[in-house]
């Protein structure tokens, strides 16, 4: 299919899109291609681990994310709901009072948690596989400083985005230990 077909603008100008072979032998679709690969429900099923019956949010990965600041509430509130459409295990939003106010009812899968309660999130972050930065962060020096606490980053995943970058990128240490995780 087109790659046109797939991008976000042209879903309302479609009908129901069916791919139907029409005989153009493989190696000339594979010269041509544009090397996208849209997955079928069967294939990217395969991908996920299969949850067992007694198996806990523990078992699938703990996220932090900080993220979310006034007027960018939307930023923390996506990207929280994201991991738990993906199938994370413990999702914590670590942002203002102001932010969790907003949304703590909003996030029904996923734990809140204020920044300015500093050894609480100290302690998420040396815990979590995975620390998602900056969608929405306008307030930085708190995050920053934090930041620069955390003993084991390792083991560890980071995400970031536009803002978290523009955080991390003030203090060259802080850049050092991040990069390449």
Do not use: W
């Amino acid at each position: 299919i087109k790659r046109g077909f797939i991008e976000y603008k042209a879903l309302s100008y479609l009908g129901k899109l069916e791919v139907l072979n029409i005989g153009i032998p493989d190696y000339v679709k594979h010269e041509n291609s544009e090397k996208i690969t849209i997955l079928k429900k069967v294939e990217y099923s395969k991908l996920l681990k299969k949850r067992n019956l007694y198996d806990h949010k523990g078992m699938y990965g703990k996220i932090a994310i900080l993220a979310g600041s006034k007027g960018y509430t939307g930023a923390a509130y996506i990207t929280t709901e994201a991991c738990v459409k993906s199938g994370s295990g413990l999702i914590t939003l670590v942002s203002s009072g102001y932010v969790q106010d907003i949304l703590s009812c909003k996030l029904v899968e996923a734990m809140t948690l204020d920044i300015k309660e500093e050894e609480k999130v100290k302690d998420l972050l040396e815990n979590s596989d995975v620390i998602a930065i900056g969608p929405g962060l306008t307030e930085g020096d708190l995050y920053k400083n934090i930041l620069k606490d955390i003993k084991s980053y390792e083991e560890k995943f980071f995400v970031v985005d536009a803002d978290g970058l523009q955080l991390i990128s003030k203090d060259r240490d802080l850049m050092k230990r991040i990069r390449g995780r």
